[in-house]
């Protein structure tokens, strides 16, 4: 996916041809035409800002030349400067290639017209370098740019700015060839230089800044990035008059470095801010508003909104080929976004196409560089799923030999372009013996970045790698490879559930309270920077001024872990990485009649792993993401509408039961005993969708009666089930250390609504003043929460519980209570998920509202503020609606599940959707009774389920939509 915040050197024409407001004192344009027709053409021309009305100024400029060339008096060297300016509005006008040819001229003259000629033959051939650049002409944009670097240190001292612009023109070449580290010294070089000799506060610096920033992102220093381009966009607005283009670009380079770094919630509102303010100022036609169409595009596009993004994708490109023509390169570029949204929507055909038309541009242009060699390896892909490998091998070769030359050793491209080879080859039926050690070596670099210091951006990391994990599955799969399946397996679920779990496994690792304390507080100071980051993206969206004291006090905190940590004896951050289990440990783990069943969706197919005490199988899946995607969707509507949907017609029992088949095939089956206990790892769709209530045999009944629903096959009925939040925590169960029972609860808070109301927007409950209280007052009570929680209090007992109810149930209960000593905690009350306010982006639990809210109290626990507790305790037990509520896309909003894992929980019992409290309160209680007596929570969990069911005095309580919301989560 291709943001335009990377591109660099189109920065190198907006320094050289900056706004006239920026101009220093020079002598006249072209003074040998003294003709007052010309002159005056020559003067308006230069009054139109390029960037703010580029088609103005091609105009104008275009008029000023025609008029010089019948003037007979005029010295070539004028006619070039001319030559000069219409090219620079050629340029911003999107006409790269025509710019490329006018430059170039210019540069001939001054060339010929000798050394007292130098300064404005450097400049000439620094635009032709930079459009040569920008053209994916990389090798002879290099050397132009040593060229024009030669010339100007014979012109100008080291603390110069012309110097400064050559490091920071031959390092945007650099950039684009992956040479970051070299691209990055060359500008920070040029930084260094015009802080020096440029006074406090000049754009030039900031914009520096913003390019360094773009360095910085493909490098994957993803803070320092997001943090050098939010001071520039500071900086110049605080320099610069209201409006002013640099302020819109550097803020559409701190929004694309969020992208980048996999922020797209948090980029969104921001980048339609910048989209907003581009087309009142500039016209919905300029070249800045198809590149905000495109990076807001990339945003949807990682939030699973494909369908949405492909059309901004389509509309930049429009955009551009409108200003430059058919083969407009930058229009070829968002063509390849608009590919990948078609191939993610299954347009197979739409992708080629436009691949293939990309392909032709690039030729024609000339262009080459990492965008040919994405180009190249999509097309490789497709010819591979449609069956024709040889074709696949041919493009994915020419993507190779590309990459040795543009990319260094180790870039992440050229691992997935290792993995790339060899999965071709595996979906068209190549045979192997076991995964080539290559393969596993690119897979394994790909994965060691993923840091859980900073779990988010892991989570990020993660997920734009998924498709070389996924790849590397089919490779493994097609090797019948089960223990490089199984390593890939863990990798593919890299979710942010996952990755909760094994940061608080990473503190256990740290060995020393002290260490462990260490690591703890790297990580909450990366999410309180995070926190801090996305208040000020949230202002700064909704047009407010931010205070960046927040992010800055953060960054500090954050720094001061680090360095603590890095001073103790063997601390490093080597130590931080993601952790990978074995098939050997997850089965010395495992005890008797117990599975684990993992499995992934994949571009070939899909792969299930079953692994018992005795050994692993693995399969292909029965079942493709689409099939599973419409299966859970009837699934889940007819769940969510409970009892009473039941009257008007069935319980739809053939998804429930093509939903089973698709992951447990015959082959998997085979292994697992009844009323043996399975741990699920899913993915897709299946993460939003409970598996007890899957069917193991089609079921031809009308289920529209208790009766047929009580008989019904559930998987429920025949194994207790959990969902593990990853392996790695799985194996650790047995070594956790043994706690007393006690409770902790909270609920029955005191709410004033209607039984029925419905539903509260959580956006209502977090407006400031009496509005924001009284939709918190307004949610409906939950009686039977009462009597859930003093019956646990009761199965515990006094010296072993401590209960808060009504009144007492607050959010400031919940951050002043002792919970570390909690071995069982549980939260009886409403969940709620984000509403439409843009300034709010996390669910929370409610309770009961505070006379004054304030910022310690608003009656709104949120995931974030959830992260921050410290828990030890073995199970917290989230009997609220909403606790779940996972979608199975990236924009899962399962947070709360995530955050009680973070904040160290070890199992956690969470709702898919909305619940009744009097069956809440009689699964939670009866889980506990017989935890407590000594069964397995998936156990006690299962025998509590069933007791819902087959009990005719509960209304509805056979309709898997009453017994059903409930996962249990984690070791």
């Given at each position: 996916?291709?943001?335009?915040?990377?591109r660099i050197?189109a920065?190198?024409?907006?320094?050289?041809?900056?706004?006239s407001s920026?101009?220093?004192?020079?002598?006249?344009?072209?003074?040998?035409?003294?003709?007052?027709?010309a002159?005056?053409l020559i003067?308006?021309?230069?009054a139109?800002?390029?960037e703010?009305?580029?088609?103005?100024a091609?105009?104008?400029?275009?008029?000023?030349?025609?008029?010089?060339?019948?003037?007979?008096d005029?010295?070539?060297?004028?006619r070039?400067?001319?030559?000069n300016?219409?090219?620079?509005?050629i340029?911003?006008?999107?006409?790269?290639e025509?710019?490329?040819?006018?430059?170039?001229?210019a540069?001939?003259i001054?060339?010929?017209a000798?050394?007292?000629?130098?300064?404005?033959?450097?400049?000439?051939?620094?635009?032709?370098a930079s459009?040569?650049?920008?053209?994916?002409?990389l090798?002879e944009?290099?050397?132009v740019?040593r060229?024009?670097m030669?010339?100007?240190?014979?012109?100008?001292?080291?603390m110069?700015v012309?110097?400064?612009?050559?490091?920071?023109?031959?390092?945007?070449?650099?950039?684009a060839?992956?040479?970051?580290?070299?691209?990055?010294s060359?500008?920070?070089?040029?930084?260094?230089?015009r802080?020096?000799?440029?006074?406090?506060?000049?754009?030039?610096?900031?914009?520096t800044?913003?390019?360094?920033?773009?360095?910085?992102?493909?490098?994957y220093?993803?803070?320092?990035?997001?943090?050098?381009?939010?001071?520039?966009?500071e900086?110049?607005?605080?320099?610069?008059?209201?409006?002013h283009?640099?302020?819109?670009?550097?803020?559409?380079?701190?929004a694309?470095?969020?992208?980048?770094?996999?922020?797209?919630?948090?980029?969104?509102?921001?980048l339609?801010?910048?989209?907003?303010?581009?087309?009142a100022?500039?016209?919905?036609?300029h070249?800045q508003?198809?590149?905000?169409l495109?990076?807001?595009?990339?945003?949807?596009?990682?939030?699973?909104?494909?369908?949405?993004?492909?059309?901004?994708?389509?509309?930049?490109?429009?955009?551009?080929r409108?200003?430059a023509?058919?083969?407009?390169?930058?229009?070829?570029?968002?063509?390849?976004n608009?590919?990948?949204a078609?191939?993610?929507?299954?347009?197979?055909?739409?992708?080629?196409?436009?691949w293939l038309?990309?392909l032709?541009?690039?030729?024609?242009?000339?262009?080459?560089?990492?965008d040919?060699?994405?180009?190249?390896?999509?097309?490789?892909?497709l010819?591979?799923?449609?069956?024709?490998?040889?074709?696949?091998?041919?493009r994915l070769?020419?993507?190779?030999?590309?990459?040795?030359?543009?990319?260094p050793?180790?870039?992440?491209?050229?691992?997935?372009?290792?993995?790339?080879?060899v999965?071709i080859?595996?979906?068209n039926?190549r045979?192997?013996?076991?995964?080539?050690?290559?393969?596993?070596?690119a897979?394994?670099?790909l994965?060691?970045?993923?840091?859980?210091?900073?779990v988010?951006?892991?989570r990020?990391?993660?997920?734009?790698?998924?498709?070389?994990?996924?790849?590397?599955?089919?490779?493994?799969?097609?090797?019948?490879d089960?223990?490089?399946?199984?390593?890939y397996?863990?990798?593919?679920q890299t979710?942010?559930?996952?990755?909760a779990?094994?940061?608080?496994?990473?503190?256990g690792?740290?060995?020393?309270?002290?260490?462990?304390?260490?690591?703890?507080?790297r990580?909450?100071g990366?999410?309180?920077?995070r926190?801090a980051?996305?208040?000020?993206?949230s202002?700064?969206?909704?047009?407010?001024?931010?205070?960046p004291?927040?992010i800055?006090?953060?960054?500090?905190?954050?720094?001061?872990?680090?360095?603590?940590?890095?001073?103790?004896?063997?601390?490093?951050?080597?130590r931080?990485?993601?952790?990978?289990?074995s098939?050997?440990a997850?089965?010395?783990?495992?005890?008797?009649?117990?599975n684990v069943?993992a499995f992934?969706f994949?571009?070939?197919?899909?792969?299930?792993?079953?692994?018992?005490p005795?050994?692993a199988?693995?399969?292909?899946?029965?079942?493709?993401?689409d099939e599973a995607?419409?299966?859970?969707?009837?699934l889940?509507?007819?769940?969510?509408?409970?009892?009473?949907?039941?009257?008007?017609?069935?319980?739809?029992?053939?998804?429930?039961?093509q939903?089973h088949?698709?992951?447990f095939t015959?082959?998997?089956?085979?292994g697992?005993?009844?009323?043996?206990?399975?741990?699920?790892l899913?993915d897709?769709?299946?993460r939003?969708?409970?598996?007890?209530?899957?069917?193991?045999?089609?079921?031809?009944?009308?289920?529209?009666?208790?009766?047929a629903?009580?008989?019904?096959?559930?998987?429920?009925?025949?194994?207790?089930?959990?969902?593990l939040a990853s392996?790695?925590?799985?194996?650790?169960?047995?070594?956790?250390?043994?706690?007393?029972?006690y409770?902790?609860?909270f609920?029955?808070?005191?709410?004033?609504?209607?039984?029925?109301?419905?539903?509260?927007?959580?956006a209502?409950l977090?407006?400031?003043g009496s509005?924001g209280?009284?939709?918190?007052?307004?949610?409906?009570p939950?009686?039977?929460?009462?009597?859930?929680?003093e019956?646990?209090?009761?199965?515990?007992?006094?010296?072993?519980?401590?209960?808060?109810l009504?009144?007492?149930?607050?959010?400031t209960?919940?951050?002043?209570?002792?919970?570390?000593?909690?071995?069982?905690?549980?939260f009886?009350?409403?969940?709620?998920?984000?509403?439409?306010?843009?300034t709010?982006?996390e669910?929370?639990?409610?309770?009961?509202?505070?006379?004054?809210p304030?910022?310690?109290?608003?009656?709104l626990l949120?995931?974030s503020?959830?992260?921050?507790?410290?828990?030890?305790?073995?199970?917290?037990?989230l009997s609220a609606?909403?606790t779940?509520?996972a979608?199975?896309?990236?924009r899962?909003?399962?947070?709360?599940?995530?955050?009680?894992?973070?904040?160290?929980?070890?199992?956690l019992?969470?709702?898919?959707?909305?619940?009744?409290?009097?069956?809440a309160?009689i699964?939670?209680?009866?889980?506990?009774?017989?935890a407590?007596?000594?069964?397995?929570?998936?156990?006690a969990?299962?025998?509590?389920v069933?007791?819902v069911m087959?009990?005719?005095?509960?209304?509805?309580?056979?309709h898997?939509g009453?017994?059903?919301?409930?996962?249990?989560?984690g070791?």
């Amino acid at each position: 996916m291709a943001c335009n915040h990377l591109r660099i050197w189109a920065l190198s024409l907006a320094l050289l041809a900056a706004p006239s407001s920026l101009a220093q004192d020079t002598p006249p344009l072209a003074p040998s035409i003294t003709e007052p027709d010309a002159r005056a053409l020559i003067e308006a021309a230069e009054a139109i800002d390029m960037e703010q009305d580029p088609a103005g100024a091609r105009a104008a400029w275009e008029a000023a030349y025609d008029t010089a060339l019948t003037l007979g008096d005029v010295d070539a060297t004028d006619r070039a400067a001319i030559i000069n300016q219409l090219g620079s509005a050629i340029f911003y006008a999107g006409g790269r290639e025509e710019a490329l040819g006018l430059f170039r001229e210019a540069a001939d003259i001054f060339a010929e017209a000798g050394p007292d000629h130098a300064e404005a033959l450097e400049q000439s051939l620094g635009n032709v370098a930079s459009i040569l650049a920008s053209l994916g002409r990389l090798a002879e944009a290099e050397q132009v740019q040593r060229e024009v670097m030669e010339i100007r240190r014979t012109l100008y001292p080291e603390m110069h700015v012309q110097i400064a612009r050559s490091y920071f023109e031959l390092g945007s070449v650099l950039n684009a060839r992956g040479e970051l580290d070299e691209a990055a010294s060359l500008v920070e070089r040029s930084l260094d230089i015009r802080r020096e000799v440029l006074e406090p506060g000049h754009p030039h610096i900031a914009m520096t800044q913003v390019s360094l920033a773009a360095i910085l992102t493909r490098a994957y220093r993803h803070a320092e990035a997001a943090e050098l381009s939010r001071d520039a966009a500071e900086q110049l607005e605080a320099n610069l008059p209201p409006g002013h283009p640099f302020i819109s670009f550097a803020r559409s380079s701190y929004a694309g470095a969020l992208n980048a770094w996999g922020r797209y919630e948090a980029a969104e509102p921001l980048l339609r801010r910048i989209l907003d303010e581009r087309r009142a100022s500039l016209g919905e036609a300029h070249p800045q508003v198809a590149d905000t169409l495109n990076n807001l595009g990339v945003a949807l596009y990682a939030q699973g909104r494909e369908a949405e993004a492909r059309p901004l994708f389509l509309a930049a490109r429009d955009i551009y080929r409108t200003a430059a023509g058919a083969t407009s390169v930058e229009a070829a570029r968002m063509q390849m976004n608009a590919a990948d949204a078609a191939m993610a929507t299954g347009d197979l055909g739409a992708a080629r196409a436009e691949w293939l038309d990309t392909l032709s541009v690039f030729e024609e242009t000339g262009t080459a560089g990492p965008d040919r060699i994405r180009v190249l390896a999509e097309l490789a892909a497709l010819e591979a799923l449609s069956g024709n490998a040889p074709a696949g091998r041919q493009r994915l070769g020419e993507a190779h030999a590309l990459a040795v030359s543009y990319l260094p050793e180790g870039h992440a491209r050229r691992h997935e372009l290792t993995i790339d080879d060899v999965w071709i080859g595996a979906i068209n039926g190549r045979a192997m013996r076991a995964v080539p050690h290559h393969v596993d070596d690119a897979v394994m670099a790909l994965a060691a970045e993923l840091d859980l210091v900073d779990v988010d951006a892991a989570r990020d990391m993660a997920r734009s790698r998924q498709r070389a994990f996924r790849r590397a599955l089919d490779i493994a799969m097609a090797a019948t490879d089960r223990e490089a399946a199984f390593r890939y397996m863990q990798l593919v679920q890299t979710t942010g559930l996952a990755l909760a779990a094994e940061a608080t496994a990473l503190r256990g690792r740290a060995g020393e309270d002290t260490a462990a304390s260490q690591v703890r507080q790297r990580q909450d100071g990366w999410r309180a920077l995070r926190r801090a980051e996305d208040h000020y993206i949230s202002l700064l969206a909704a047009s407010d001024t931010p205070d960046p004291s927040a992010i800055a006090d953060a960054r500090r905190a954050y720094e001061s872990a680090r360095e603590e940590l890095a001073a103790m004896a063997g601390a490093s951050d080597a130590r931080t990485g993601t952790a990978l289990v074995s098939l050997d440990a997850v089965r010395g783990a495992l005890q008797r009649q117990e599975n684990v069943i993992a499995f992934a969706f994949t571009e070939g197919g899909g792969v299930v792993l079953r692994i018992g005490p005795d050994g692993a199988e693995i399969d292909r899946l029965a079942i493709s993401r689409d099939e599973a995607q419409s299966a859970v969707t009837r699934l889940r509507a007819a769940l969510e509408a409970g009892p009473s949907a039941s009257l008007s017609r069935a319980f739809p029992a053939a998804p429930a039961h093509q939903l089973h088949e698709g992951v447990f095939t015959p082959r998997v089956r085979a292994g697992i005993e009844a009323g043996s206990r399975l741990f699920i790892l899913a993915d897709g769709p299946y993460r939003s969708i409970p598996f007890e209530v899957l069917l193991t045999t089609a079921y031809t009944a009308p289920m529209d009666s208790d009766e047929a629903l009580r008989g019904a096959p559930w998987l429920i009925r025949d194994h207790g089930l959990a969902t593990l939040a990853s392996l790695s925590s799985f194996i650790t169960r047995e070594h956790a250390p043994s706690r007393p029972p006690y409770l902790i609860g909270f609920g029955a808070p005191v709410f004033e609504g209607e039984p029925d109301a419905a539903p509260v927007a959580l956006a209502a409950l977090l407006r400031s003043g009496s509005d924001g209280l009284r939709a918190l007052s307004a949610l409906p009570p939950l009686p039977g929460t009462r009597a859930e929680l003093e019956e646990l209090a009761l199965l515990f007992g006094p010296e072993r519980s401590d209960v808060r109810l009504g009144m007492w149930a607050t959010e400031t209960a919940v951050k002043t209570a002792d919970l570390d000593r909690a071995s069982v905690l549980v939260f009886a009350t409403h969940g709620l998920l984000p509403g439409a306010l843009e300034t709010v982006s996390e669910p929370a639990l409610a309770f009961t509202p505070p006379a004054q809210p304030g910022p310690f109290d608003d009656g709104l626990l949120t995931a974030s503020e959830i992260a921050q507790l410290q828990l030890q305790a073995d199970w917290v037990v989230l009997s609220a609606c909403n606790t779940f509520a996972a979608d199975g896309i990236s924009r899962a909003p399962d947070r709360l599940a995530q955050a009680f894992l973070y904040a160290g929980a070890r199992s956690l019992l969470v709702s898919h959707w909305a619940v009744r409290d009097d069956v809440a309160a009689i699964i939670t209680a009866e889980t506990a009774r017989r935890a407590l007596a000594g069964e397995s929570r998936a156990e006690a969990f299962r025998n509590a389920v069933l007791g819902v069911m087959d009990d005719p005095a509960i209304p509805g309580g056979a309709h898997p939509g009453v017994w059903g919301p409930f996962a249990l989560i984690g070791q």
